[in-house]
């Protein structure tokens, strides 16, 4: 998400357009323009944008609703394939999931009906065709919503349908194992898709690794906070590191780079109070733009999150994905600097904890580094 453009804030959450998208719209222009002139390249972009405003107030439903519940959205993220909206959590309370979920296709219902309503024309699934000439803009994008709804609500992951379908079994088992079914579900479903696309559609191709690889992903993740439940800060954190003062040049990170496997760097001053991160590619930045005099205090990352070695690795994870930040810090009881929490590292932890259960009993005492 990193080749992100934002276009603007609403409601606290702010919408970027992914530099995938222009060259999408651009690719567009052009394969309506060759085919059948500047008026249908016109038309044809409009008609995306429309589209991808539609897929934007989707993304808004689940936002607003999800505010209810006390999870926040950062930011939208506006894709080729539709709109990802980045939530702080999901909540585990399936009832909650389940009408956050369920908001999405509810707009574009919505939006279906009120352009009918416009134009007295039935919005129909087969009448979907971006290049049908005869048909109205208008009655095309009612079509598109209806499809839009109907399509998001196939029970796969990432498709609310997958969200919805994981809520429902969470009424009858625990969130992981729901995850994990409705996971499999999603993947015997991106099979089919890409069975389909072998037949002649391509696209249903690109749909199919889409929808199996965010199932696999949104089991992990699952997975993951299943682990995270129980565990304190002080079971993941690294305290070995390699630190660097607020004066410290980037020559001298460049050559602690070299030497260590270590990520990120901890900037802490002398009362031992962490100021900021460097990472590996802050450093290399820094030396390509010809700044091996900077000092570290110049160019690090600052503001970053600390916890107390005693607080949760889900609140850690919580401030991770909130921050969107490398890692975040660890300080004692009088606010000096102790240690790094990371992803890499509870990931490393909880990778042990496993492997290690295999042969240890449930109560052995938990590892830290």
């Known amino acids: 998400m990193t080749w992100s453009i934002p276009i603007g804030r609403f409601y606290g959450t702010t919408v970027r357009l992914h530099v995938t998208f222009l060259l999408f719209l651009i690719w567009i222009g052009a394969a309506y323009g060759m085919r059948s002139g500047m008026q249908a390249a016109i038309d044809g972009v409009l008609l995306i944008l429309a589209v991808f405003a539609c897929v934007v107030l989707h993304e808004f439903g689940h936002v607003l609703v999800a505010r209810r519940y006390g999870v926040r959205t950062p930011d939208i993220t506006l894709l080729p394939i539709g709109g990802v909206a980045r939530m702080t959590h999901i909540p585990e309370q399936p009832t909650q999931e389940l009408l956050i979920a369920l908001a999405g296709p509810a707009v574009n219902l919505v939006i279906a009906a009120i352009l009918y309503g416009i134009t007295d024309t039935v919005p129909h699934l087969s009448g979907v065709d971006f290049q049908d000439p005869g048909v109205g803009l208008i009655p095309r994008l ?192 009088q606010g000096r600097f102790i240690g790094l929490i990371s992803r890499a590292n509870i990931g490393e932890i909880m990778t042990i904890h496993i492997l290690r259960d295999k042969n240890r009993p449930a109560s052995a005492l938990p590892l830290s580094r």
């Open 142 to 333: 009612s079509s598109i919503n209806l499809f839009l709804a109907v399509f998001n609500l196939i029970p796969a992951f990432p498709m609310d349908g997958g969200r919805v379908l994981r809520a429902l079994l969470t009424y009858r088992m625990d969130y992981a194992r729901a995850t994990q079914l409705a996971a499999s579900v999603g993947q015997g479903i991106a099979f089919l898709f890409g069975f389909l696309g072998l037949m002649g559609n391509p696209l249903l191709l690109f749909i199919a690794l889409f929808v199996y690889l965010g199932a696999a992903g949104e089991a992990q993740g699952a997975l993951f906070r299943q682990l995270a439940h129980g565990m304190i800060v002080a079971d993941v954190m690294t305290t070995r590191l390699e630190m660097l003062s607020p004066d410290s040049r980037m020559d001298e990170a460049a050559l602690r780079m070299i030497h260590t496997s270590q990520q990120e760097f901890p900037v802490v001053d002398g009362q031992g109070k962490l100021c900021g991160l460097l990472t590996h590619a802050t450093i290399l930045q820094a030396m390509h733009a010809g700044k091996a005099d900077a000092m570290a205090a110049d160019v690090m990352m600052s503001d970053i999150a600390c916890l107390h070695p005693y607080q949760t690795v889900d609140e850690a994870l919580r401030l991770l994905e909130e921050n969107q930040v490398p890692a975040i810090g660890v300080n004692d009881a």
